[in-house]
């Protein structure tokens, strides 16, 4: 099946910047549309941002934005979390999730059908 594997989690400190990869694979179709999850200890999953196929059409929660920058560089098959700007309320495991469709940023998590394991981002005050 498909998989996809995030990297590039660690200990950073406030303010700093971290940038996390997501390598997809085994793809049995052209076209996927993206999310960037993240989840801390007793919280929701939540949505941090989507980005379609073309990469024309994104969504950055409001927690993260202009703070996060969400690529894909679809020769690859390998997306790009650009974190900047720290805070210790981004401490959360980060996933990456792929839904069918290539026209449009995914809002809602029942559309992801393919997720990776995460990847642990802890940052110190």
């Known amino acids: 099946q498909v998989q996809l594997v995030e990297s590039g989690g660690g200990i950073v400190q406030a303010g700093d910047s971290r940038k996390l990869s997501c390598k997809v694979s085994?793809?049995?179709?052209?076209?996927?549309?993206l999310g960037w999850f993240r989840q801390a200890p007793g919280k929701e999953r939540d949505l941090i941002a989507a980005l379609a196929w073309s990469g024309s059409d994104t969504f950055y929660a409001d927690s993260v934005k202009g703070r996060f920058t969400v690529s894909r560089d679809n020769a690859e098959n390998v997306s790009f979390l650009q974190m900047t700007a720290l805070i210790p309320e981004d401490t959360a495991v980060y996933y990456c999730a792929a839904a069918d469709g290539r026209s449009r940023a995914v809002l809602n998590v029942a559309e992801y059908n393919y997720w990776g394991q995460g990847t642990q981002v802890t940052v110190s005050s």
């Open positions: 085994k793809l049995t179709f052209k076209y996927y549309n």
